[in-house]
């Protein structure tokens, strides 16, 4: 299900901006990317992804828990398992402080904007931990630029089962989050 959602992620984005992946084991992964500007939109469409298809193929609620560093991989090697850098640092120090509530975690190396960071997340943790499997299907639709048109076309639905949706999910509320990110990390 991890792969599977990198895949779909990675399917529509640009060659840049895909995500470089591997799975550690069944329940861990390393990813990285390039692009810190788009990174936690690339984020929040793999755990939308991964809600929605693990939904569908368990039948049970299950969410991905990211810890993302920002920074300088300053020793990259053909498997991520065998590279180093701070990103890397920050991302495994955001882990070991994550509480068991969290899902979502970013750390860089300016501690003011971490400090940002772990308000906001916390709030996405909140919204993150209500999304239903439908709702996390249409927002990961909206986040990869579909309208509320073409994702009720996508889903079959009508278009105010999508409106309904997206509100559920706090899709604005998303958005925000993740242009409040954006501008953090320029």
Known sequence: MIRNSFKRVNSILDIEDKFEYEIIRM???LAKTSNPGTVIS???MLMSAYRSISGAELGIKTELIVSVGIGPVEYMQH???ESDGSAFRLAINGLNRLKRSQRIIISTEDENITD???VTCGFMDILI???SDEQAEALFLKL???NQVQISEKLGISQPAVNRRLKAAHSDTTERFIKRTVRLLS
Request: no cysteine; charged share 45%.
């Open 27 to 29: 329940d861990e992964f």
């Open 129 to 131: 931990r209500e999304w």
């Open 79 to 81: 498997q991520l398992r």
């Open 42 to 44: 690339r984020i929040m």
């Open 116 to 118: 940002e960071f772990k």
């Open 144 to 146: 990869t630029g579909n």
